[in-house]
């Protein structure tokens, strides 16, 4: 949003307009300052004339010599009206747009630790002094006020100085935080006359008050109210349709001053999307609500300046963006990734449609749910989810087990594992591991599982032992959770939950079994300087578990990897080099030994279009460009029958196809 305003400026004050200026800023503290002749003025009470300095250096400026007779003022009361909303709006608009950057936050002298034993104090009176009009708001003056104020009550060997460690300011509202015995002091300045206005201090439970509309300031709850009025004004509710086209000639924001620079354009969009925010109570009753947008006629360059309407109306399913100043996709960028449900978006009378001939396509590739563009229907409903369909992963086909066991050992193996370590852990360890050998075990807390299944079990047991490489990134951590040696493996499965796996004679079907030769393990008695042949054996299934310390029973799926060599001398005859345990969420294996398996899979997976979707295919390609059948069929052919691509392929040579490509079907 760009709108062309005014530009601010004027004549540059002289030199030593400036000088006195910078004099009168220099004392404008608060408090009591010492009274230098003829330079300061105190009002009827006594208190310090904040204005007088200000008034000084207005005459100054005016009585220079060469300045030359003063103009009448020919400016409106409605002009000068028009500039204080403006400047009222500004500062009220960074409240609205920034949140807590819009209001004046810092920390004061010392060396406070965050906010850590800090107590707070919220005080009233200080945007209804005369220090208000300070540089800074007169913030600096009442904190040194409260500070000298609250010192002098500490007196004798008790003498400190009071530090306010932590000041905020939200709406009229000053929030500080000092230590408790400090705040025991400034506490005691409640209704101390600071600046001509009598200050009220109270404990705060807010903290430092973030801002909240509780905090919001007379000015901005008066503005929040007028851009409601203005938002109410331009919500068709028939249409579902929010109507914030040609924003800077509308009247009301205008006498605002909200579109008096581009800077000011840009805020006032920000805060526009706020209230918007605020108006619903939940993001389903703003869907509901707000189905439509038309932010058309606006001088948008780019779409950063209305980048919050991506955020505050994320499932937008209608925008029109006509009649801006879009030149290229790049100015689009922005919004790429956005719009998961946009159906309709209008792009009439930018500048991109002359640039960039392929720019309804990229935004077809940008927007998944899209099919209107310009009033142009581009693709259907029925197509897009054919598209999405395509799109998703497809199941990786189960094939059998490979086992390629060597003199039956795998098989063996197996048979006396799972039983063992369902009942004798201790036993198991004895017969196949020894001080070389390592166990680590991985939680797997994200696996794809049936929605229909049990809620998965608790992890507690296990997952302070889990070596997931991927959450357990730092070297030190996944040393310690690879377990070596038969006796520290015992320790850690006297840990674990009890189990009972399926009988692998019984019920085969619920395992996958993988067993290959492995070369080059190390030779245990030292002999073979080239290693030894062992096994690399994989399993796949599932186990009733029972812990007892949750008392809670119910399946895992597991993933078992062991690498199985020749035993050391002396000792059985092989032994467990390796051992790595995956547990995941149960979910139940295909069955691969089921020979009617593979073909269901097969059936289930999506059939290549048949010949009378071909047929539909063309004819409907023939409708949307105009080509005949013929070259609709040869377009659909070079994509593999992809609709969508058969559409980017037809714009991008539309200019170099022969006149007899758009003959009239037969």
Request: aromatic share 6%; net charge positive.
């Amino acid at each position: 949003m760009a709108p062309r305003g005014a530009r601010s400026g004027g004549a540059q004050p002289s030199r030593d307009s400036k000088a006195t200026s910078m004099k009168s800023k220099a004392g404008s503290r608060g408090g009591i300052q010492k009274k230098r002749a003829g330079a300061t003025k105190t009002d009827g009470d006594g208190d310090l004339d904040m204005d007088s300095a200000a008034r000084r250096s207005a005459k100054s400026a005016g009585s220079q010599p060469g300045a030359g007779q003063t103009k009448p003022n020919t400016r409106s009361s409605t002009a000068k009206s028009a500039r204080g909303a403006s400047k009222v709006a500004q500062n009220v608009l960074k409240h609205l747009t920034n949140g807590a950057n819009g209001d004046i936050s810092r920390v004061t002298r010392g060396k406070g630790r965050g906010g850590a034993g800090l107590s707070y104090l919220r005080v009233y009176g200080l945007k209804q002094s005369k220090a208000s009009s300070n540089p800074d708001g007169g913030i600096s003056d009442l904190l040194s006020f409260l500070e000298r104020k609250a010192s002098a009550f500490t007196t004798g060997r008790q003498k400190r100085n009071i530090m306010i460690k932590k000041s905020h300011l939200a709406g009229d509202f000053l929030f500080i935080g000092a230590s408790k015995e400090d705040v025991e002091e400034l506490i005691k300045l409640n209704t101390f006359t600071f600046a001509g206005t009598p200050l009220e201090i109270v404990e705060s439970t807010e903290g430092l008050g973030l801002p909240n509309k509780a905090t919001e300031s007379k000015e901005t709850q008066e503005l929040r109210a007028k851009l409601q009025s203005i938002l109410g004004s331009r919500y068709f509710q028939a249409n579902k349709l929010l109507k914030l086209d040609a924003l800077s000639t509308d009247p009301e924001l205008t006498q605002l001053g909200m579109f008096e620079n581009r800077e000011r354009a840009l805020k006032t969009f920000k805060g526009l999307m706020v209230i918007c925010d605020d108006l619903f109570k939940t993001a389903q009753a703003k869907q509901e609500a707000i189905e439509s947008i038309s932010v058309a006629s606006n001088g948008i360059d780019d779409v950063t300046q209305v980048e919050n309407v991506a955020n505050t109306f994320p499932q937008l399913q209608n925008l029109d963006m006509s009649g801006n100043q879009i030149a290229t996709m790049k100015a689009m960028e922005r919004w790429k990734g956005k719009f998961k449900e946009l159906k309709t978006l209008y792009m009439a009378g930018n500048p991109i449609e002359g640039a960039d001939p392929n720019y309804q396509n990229t935004l077809l590739e940008w927007f998944p749910k899209l099919q209107n563009i310009n009033g142009v229907e581009l693709r259907t409903a029925a197509q897009i989810a054919e598209r999405e369909e395509a799109l998703k992963p497809k199941p990786i086909p189960q094939s059998g087990p490979d086992f390629r066991d060597v003199n039956g050992i795998g098989e063996k193996f197996l048979l006396e594992f799972f039983g063992a370590y369902d009942t004798d852990r201790q036993g198991l360890i004895t017969r196949l591991y020894d001080e070389q050998s390592q166990f680590s075990l991985a939680v797997d807390t994200n696996s794809v599982r049936d929605e229909s299944a049990p809620a998965p079990l608790p992890w507690a047991s296990y997952i302070k032992f889990s070596r997931n490489l991927i959450k357990i990134t730092h070297t030190n951590a996944r040393a310690t959770r690879l377990f070596k040696g038969a006796s520290g493996i015992y320790d850690l499965w006297k840990s674990l939950p009890l189990t009972q796996h399926p009988n692998i004679k019984v019920d085969l079907n619920k395992y996958i079994m993988d067993c290959h030769p492995l070369p080059g393990l190390v030779d245990p008695s030292g002999q073979n300087p080239l290693g030894v042949d062992g096994l690399i054996i994989t399993v796949h299934g599932e186990f009733d578990e029972y812990d007892q310390k949750s008392a809670t029973t119910g399946k895992r799926s597991f993933s078992r990897t062991f690498v199985l060599g020749p035993g050391q001398p002396g000792r059985g005859v092989i032994r467990v080099v390796s051992d790595i345990l995956s547990l995941r969420a149960w979910n139940p294996l295909p069955n691969v030994f089921d020979p009617n398996a593979a073909a269901a899979a097969a059936a289930a997976a999506p059939a290549a279009p048949t010949q009378d979707q071909h047929q539909s295919m063309i004819t409907e390609l023939c409708r949307q460009t105009g080509m005949s059948p013929q070259y609709s069929q040869m377009c659909l052919e070079q994509v593999d029958w992809v609709f969508e691509k058969a559409l980017v392929i037809f714009n991008e040579k539309k200019a170099e196809l022969p006149p007899e490509a758009f003959g009239a079907p037969a």
